[in-house]
């Protein structure tokens, strides 16, 4: 079985990420790390909703996940030591998650990278983090 990799905070689980899941998880067994609840912080400047804890245990509760774990890494590219250990064929990112610096890293060790565009599933609406927190505020 191939194996897929993707990365992110997943804070506010929604039906965004679990499509998210769902499309990565059609290349392979599904490996996600999770950004910790420090590297959040920098990253986001500001501190994560749900402990890092908890978010490991509402994504690894998702049934495309194969195996999730808290990134030992810091910054945009928290992930590598893992990617390294996993030595995933795919690397899964959507568009809000590319970047030039994270696709160079990756395809550096030989490692297919692939960006997703956000494509409900069936009739739900589009979600994001950012939009779901904005609504919020309203």
Do not use: W
Not at 8 to 20: A, K, P, Q
Not at 55 to 84: C, N, P, T, W
Not at 87 to 116: M, Q, W
Request: hydrophobic share 40%.
């Amino acid at each position: 079985m191939k194996k897929v990799f993707v990365s992110g905070c997943f804070d506010v689980l929604h039906s965004g990420h679990i499509r998210f899941f769902e499309e990565a998880a059609q290349y392979g067994d599904l490996y996600v790390s999770i950004g910790s609840d420090k590297t959040v912080a920098e990253l986001k400047h500001r501190p994560t909703l749900y402990n890092e804890q908890e978010r490991l245990y509402m994504v690894s509760a998702v049934k495309f996940v194969h195996q999730a774990f808290i990134a030992k890494g810091r910054g945009k590219l928290d992930f590598l030591e893992e990617l390294k250990t996993i030595k995933p064929d795919y690397f899964f990112v959507n568009s809000d998650g590319d970047s030039p610096e994270k696709r160079t890293a990756v395809e550096a060790l030989g490692i297919r990278y692939i960006v997703s565009t956000r494509i409900p599933k069936d009739l739900l609406p589009v979600r994001s983090t950012t939009s779901i927190r904005m609504s919020l505020r309203k």
